[in-house]
């Protein structure tokens, strides 16, 4: 499975912005992680190939929806009231088993996409 995450750039405290993440197959438990520089990979968010139950670590729960278009297979971030410390690398993620937290259960992983958030 072939991942292509898009979307980051330069955004002022308090903006929104939207991530999105192609895959090249569906029917896959999808994540969001992000690394911020310095810091280790962290979880921000998953959801369910059926169904589309979700997940979010504590940092971003209310503010950045994920969500799943299935017939384009495609996944989003919609994040809201960005912060300095949302400022990282964000990954998109495939092939765990449904809201898992845990990198290694990962095996398909995007080249990241930057976001910046401005004080």
């Known amino acids: 499975v072939q991942l292509q995450a898009s979307g980051g750039e330069l955004v002022q405290a308090g903006g929104s912005l939207r991530l999105s993440c192609s895959a090249s197959a569906r029917n896959y438990n999808m994540a969001w992680f992000r690394q911020a520089p310095g810091k280790e990979r962290e979880f921000v968010a998953a959801?369910?190939?059926?169904?589309?139950?979700?997940w979010y670590a504590d940092p971003v729960k209310g503010r950045f929806p994920i969500s799943r278009d299935n017939a384009k297979n495609m996944v989003y971030l919609q994040m809201n009231s960005l912060r300095p410390e949302d400022t990282a690398v964000y990954y998109c993620a495939a092939g765990a088993p449904p809201g898992s937290r845990w990198l290694a259960q990962y095996t398909y992983w995007g080249q990241g996409t930057l976001v910046t958030v401005s004080s």
């Open positions: 959801i369910a190939w059926r169904g589309s139950v979700t």
